[in-house]
């Protein structure tokens, strides 16, 4: 019995010196294969990935909301918005709407493909397939409007095609203005009017 003992004894002593020379031996593979990964294979995207991240950012159902001072209500939102890369105070838009409530009861409203929103230059430039409305019955199409942010003022650098109680026509220009006093918003057409008069569209105010 005493020979098994013996030769069990140096076993276990045998073992308390391989079982940790292969512990280090493990432990060193494992350093060297980290070595072996680069930098870049760590990450989930390369540094191009990253900023093209960066540069993608965008908000949700962005909303711009507030009061004129003459107590008119104007909101903006859009599907999706997003910084500008050649300005940080400025976004960039996609389906865009806007709604001004004038606080004299009537109401115009701005749909757009897109938009670009200056907030602190209180400007935004709508563009694509842009449709103007009014509560008078007006509907004016266009490519391009530059509307103010916090006041009731808006035109449009080219030309309008619009319909209304006169009948079709079409403008060089188009301007939303008040007055001085920030009451009665009017919609201007100037820069070669030219109208297709529809007697029926005076039909309700004949006695």
Do not use: C, H
Not at 131 to 157: F, H, N
């Amino acid at each position: 019995m005493a020979w098994r003992e013996d030769r069990y004894s140096r076993v276990i002593a045998w073992l308390k010196v391989i079982l940790p020379l292969a512990a280090l031996a493990l432990l060193s593979t494992l350093f060297l294969l980290a070595r072996t990964v680069g930098p870049s294979a760590e990450l989930p995207f390369a540094d191009t990935d990253l900023q093209e991240r960066i540069r993608n950012q965008q908000i949700t159902d962005p909303t711009f909301a507030g009061a004129t001072a003459g107590g008119d209500l104007i909101a903006f939102t859009a599907a999706v918005a997003r910084p500008d890369p050649e300005g940080r105070s400025r976004l960039d838009a996609d389906e865009v709407d806007a709604r001004i409530d004038l606080k004299a009861g009537a109401a115009i409203t701005f749909t757009a493909d897109g938009g670009a929103f200056d907030d602190p230059g209180d400007r935004a430039t709508l563009k694509g397939n842009v449709v103007i409305t009014s509560s008078e019955g007006y509907r004016i199409e266009t490519e391009e409007l530059v509307s103010a942010l916090r006041t009731v003022k808006a035109e449009t650098p080219g030309t309008v095609r619009a319909e209304g109680p006169p009948g079709q026509f079409t403008a060089g220009k188009m301007v939303l203005t008040t007055q001085a006093d920030g009451s009665d918003a009017q919609l201007v057409f100037t820069d070669g009017v030219k109208l297709i008069y529809d007697p029926r569209g005076n039909e309700d105010d004949t006695p």
